[in-house]
């Protein structure tokens, strides 16, 4: 338990004056801009604004900038600048059919329709470091080649339209108007539908979204698996303004959409097919989309009844443990003084030592032995703890 | 906010269609680039403020699968404002970011536009934010074009 300290002033305002040159580093080299962060380190700024939940480039590099760089405290920030912003409301569902696509690939199909176009990525690169960069060498311009026009006036079909329409997956849940639910607003509360699942992982923490997907494909709740598109690209959000009555557009958003192909379920009644796990980010963050498909899969395994028996399945455990905010406040609350309960702890110690020691004692004088063991559990032990305060404060 | 906002008369489908259109490219121009459009229509009307320009935020929505369920994905910025010009036209903008004074050129094209009149020349003063937005879209899908790829699926030497 945390109790209030007070006095230190002198000394923290000391420490963040001091925070604020080590983050300036040597004054020699030149300072970076927020927008030097957020055109060079994009997918960094991409990762702040998917796990600060809050889409703005220019705010997420320069929280980045604030931060030095850390990403959990980027996201602190980013996250606490939210709060001091009204919302005007939800915006229209975005459609990813309709996106700009400047990357598309599928594992499983290599001729779908649309084709697959690689786009900025890391894939089939030799992971060799580039010294070259080191030299600030400027890269060849990007090839370019005609662009096919599109069929249909923009619309990429999905992969899994193209397995829907032969049935042989499971459609998505149907629209029928519903409110949706919103952890911004409203605690979550156990059992989570899939909306508020996906919200929570959509900003949950890339490096424990990774981790839990990663386990599923160990074993510990297998989903069998593939990729059936990636597709990274700008898409139009649009608005309903109360005083207007009609969709007005604010503009693109880039983002990463995975559709993940998984196993496949029949019964007597219901001939086999594949079944679906989604995974939405903003910007390019393909893993983070990859990983969150596979744990929005995993996590429905109740619903497609298959048995619950590992970490990824366990909508408590992933949906209370994912985001890196809370987690973080948790683990670092501990560095702050803690001096009161502390001393409770530390009394107690003394105590069930001294009558240890007193058991010890009488033990060897052949008395009986009615003190309690000090090898007792961590329960008792608690208790203890709190009749001493109570002993204590009388 | 000076004032309640007044609801404007929704117009007809394809009315709305071209004030969308109208309002996507104010979204897409720079600040910069609707003071041009502006200064081009040489307007000398003073556009009053309705509602002075505001950041805010909208809850970005997904779909589950991609045409399921909505979810809320996140939020982002954006940035409204309202404008009324002395011939009682109203403008409207709401654009992503935090960029106030965009909002408010944007918001006074918008009321421009409602006047019959000067709907064309509003549309011409954007032109130069269309073409720039174009070129843009098409060197970016040329360089897209380029890394499409052909994968052939080989034969395993097994026997």
Same mark, same amino acid.
């Not at chain 1, 900025?120 to 580039?130: E, G, K, N, V």
């Given at each position: 338990m945390y109790v209030a300290v007070k006095g230190g002033e002198a000394a923290i305002a000391n420490a963040h004056r001091l925070l604020a040159e080590a983050r300036r580093g040597d004054p020699a080299v030149p300072d970076l801009a927020a927008d030097q962060i957020a055109e060079q380190l994009g997918l960094l700024v991409d990762r702040v604004m998917t796990e600060g939940s809050l889409h703005d480039r220019g705010l997420a590099a320069l929280a980045l900038k604030q931060a030095r760089g850390d990403l959990v405290e980027a996201v602190f920030l980013v996250r606490a600048y939210r709060t001091t912003l009204a919302r005007f409301g939800a915006s229209e569902p975005v459609d990813t059919g309709a996106m700009a696509v400047r990357r598309r690939i599928s594992a499983t199909y290599k001729d779908l329709p649309g084709g697959q176009v690689l786009g900025? +990525?890391? %894939?089939? +690169?030799?992971?060799?470091? %580039?010294f070259g960069l080191a030299a600030g060498s400027d890269p060849a311009p990007a090839a370019e080649a005609e662009a096919e026009p599109q069929a249909d006036a923009g619309v990429t079909a999905r992969v899994t339209d193209l397995l829907g329409r032969d049935g042989l997956i499971e459609p998505s849940p149907r629209d029928a108007g519903a409110p949706v639910g919103d952890l911004t607003r409203e605690p979550i509360d156990f059992p989570a539908d899939r909306a508020v699942r996906l919200q929570a992982l959509a900003r949950g923490d890339e490096g424990f979204v990774l981790a839990l997907a990663y386990s599923t494909q160990r074993g510990y709740g297998r989903t069998h698996p593939f990729v059936g598109e990636i597709r990274f690209g700008e898409v139009a959000v649009e608005f309903v303004p109360e005083e207007l009555g009609f969709p007005v557009p604010l503009g693109t958003l880039a983002l990463t959409e995975c559709q993940m192909v998984n196993q496949f379920h029949g019964s007597a009644e219901a001939p086999p097919q594949f079944t679906r796990g989604y995974g939405l980010a903003f910007g390019q963050s393909e893993r983070k989309a990859m990983a969150m498909a596979l744990v929005d899969r995993a996590l429905r395994a109740e619903e497609l009844g298959e048995p619950v028996t590992a970490p990824a399945q366990d909508q408590e455990f992933v949906l209370a443990h994912c985001d890196a905010l809370q987690a973080t406040g948790f683990v670092e609350h501990l560095k702050l003084p803690h001096y009161v309960d502390f001393q409770a702890e530390l009394e107690l110690v003394r105590r069930l030592r001294a009558e240890h020691a007193a058991g010890r004692r009488d033990a060897a004088e052949g008395r009986p032995d009615d003190a309690p063991d000090a090898g007792q559990d961590a329960a008792d032990g608690r208790q203890d703890a709190a009749a001493g305060r109570q002993e204590a404060a009388a | 906010m000076s004032g309640p906002i007044p609801t404007p008369r929704a117009g007809d489908a394809p009315e709305v269609a071209a004030r969308r259109a109208v309002m996507a490219l104010c979204g897409q121009a720079s600040a910069g680039e609707l003071r041009d459009a502006l200064a081009r229509l040489a307007c000398p009307d003073e556009a009053e403020d309705l509602r002075p320009p505001e950041t805010g935020l909208v809850m970005t929505r997904g779909r589950i699968g991609g045409d399921g369920r909505p979810f809320n994905l996140g939020e982002a910025t954006v940035t409204r404002a309202a404008v009324r010009l002395p011939g009682g036209e109203t403008g409207f903008a709401y654009h992503l970011g935090r960029d106030r004074a965009k909002a408010r050129l944007a918001a006074t094209l918008d009321a421009l536009w409602q006047r019959r009149a000067e709907r064309a020349a509003v549309e011409a003063a954007l032109a130069p934010v269309a073409a720039r937005r174009e070129a843009e879209r098409a060197a970016r899908d040329r360089r897209t074009a380029a890394t499409r790829v052909n994968f052939f699926t080989l034969a395993r030497g097994e026997d």
């Open positions: 900025p +990525t890391f %894939d089939y +690169t030799h992971r060799l470091i %580039d | -």
